[in-house]
């Protein structure tokens, strides 16, 4: 059927003029279609559906009333982090763009252009100088937001140049981990990254420098199995999912159920898995406390 031989589908529409809205007041449209109190100003709790004014989350640090730690950006990461939220951005190595090629609906780079676009971030892992507690530090957050904070070969030589220059600036090291494992774009070049990583905490140590790392929410596969775990104090944010691989997995391959709360962090630390858990509100203060022992 031709659009001419369309009958209309309400007595105040003609195929020639359209609806007495957009015919009469098209500003009117306009004006409806944006609400006086944009979405953004409110943000719904996960665990309890409430929803929350959003400067009053951002004043608690994009912690819930239900305690929920909410994934940050590196931005406000770092700012939450340094003394007084200064800091020197550092720039992360280049790394071949789709090396392998990977064949997919959306290609590759597209995917990468944006994951880019969407965070504001070039990959997955940002790097920062400057101090905590009075102690110099090196940081590199993981971003979730950026593909899910996959391990890539950009991602690994991000944590090697953190790495290198916390020995340059006889600095502390730490790292905030959020990940999903290693990006499967890159194959076995983003495993790699595993043994690569290894290496650089390797330099730290032979450095008698600090490798320090929290674990926020999510940890997991790759990355839990390896620098994740290889620091030498492991902190974590409350409620932070920490594995190796999904519940739904180890139950479908044992054929056993986890016990309850199996792989959260308050789990971890009463096994002994990590040190202790921090509120992000204390998590710069606790940060200075271990670096000015550490670094004495």
């Known amino acids: 059927m031709s659009s001419k031989d369309r009958k209309p589908s309400r007595p105040d529409e003609t195929p ?93 780079p597209d995917k990468l252009l944006a994951a880019r676009k969407a965070s504001g971030e070039d990959e997955a892992m940002a790097l920062a100088a400057g101090t905590i507690g009075g102690q110099r530090a090196v940081v590199a957050v993981q971003n979730f937001a950026f593909m899910g904070g996959s391990l890539s070969p950009a991602v690994g030589e991000a944590f090697i140049a953190g790495a290198r220059e916390a020995v340059a600036r006889k600095a502390a090291f730490i790292v905030f ?43 997991t596969a790759g990355v839990m199995a390896s620098y994740a775990m290889l620091g030498d104090i492991h902190i974590a944010e409350p409620g932070a999912l920490i594995a190796f691989t999904g519940a739904r997995v180890i139950k479908q391959t044992i054929g056993q159920t986890l016990p309850e709360g199996y792989q959260t962090a308050e789990f971890l630390e009463d096994h002994g898995v990590i040190d202790r858990i921090v509120p992000r509100g204390e998590m710069a203060a606790t940060l200075g406390s271990i670096l000015r022992v550490l670094l004495k």
């Open 177 to 219: 981990t959020a990940s999903g494992g290693a990006r499967m774009q890159e194959g076995t070049l983003s495993l790699m990254q595993l043994a690569r990583t290894t290496l650089a905490i390797q330099e730290l140590k032979r450095a008698r420098l600090p490798y320090i790392v929290v674990l926020t929410d999510p940890t």
């Open 16 to 108: 020639e003029s359209g609806n007495w809205l957009s015919r009469t007041a098209p500003g009117v449209r306009r004006m409806l279609a944006r609400r006086e109190t944009p979405d953004e100003l409110w943000v719904k709790c996960p665990d309890t559906a409430e929803m929350i004014y959003r400067p009053d989350l951002e004043a608690a640090l994009w912690v819930t009333p239900a305690g929920r730690h909410m994934r940050i950006a590196p931005a406000l990461r770092l700012a939450f982090t340094f003394d007084d939220g200064v800091y020197e951005r550092l720039e992360t190595p280049r790394a071949p763009q789709d090396p392998l090629g990977f064949p997919d609906k959306t290609s590759y």
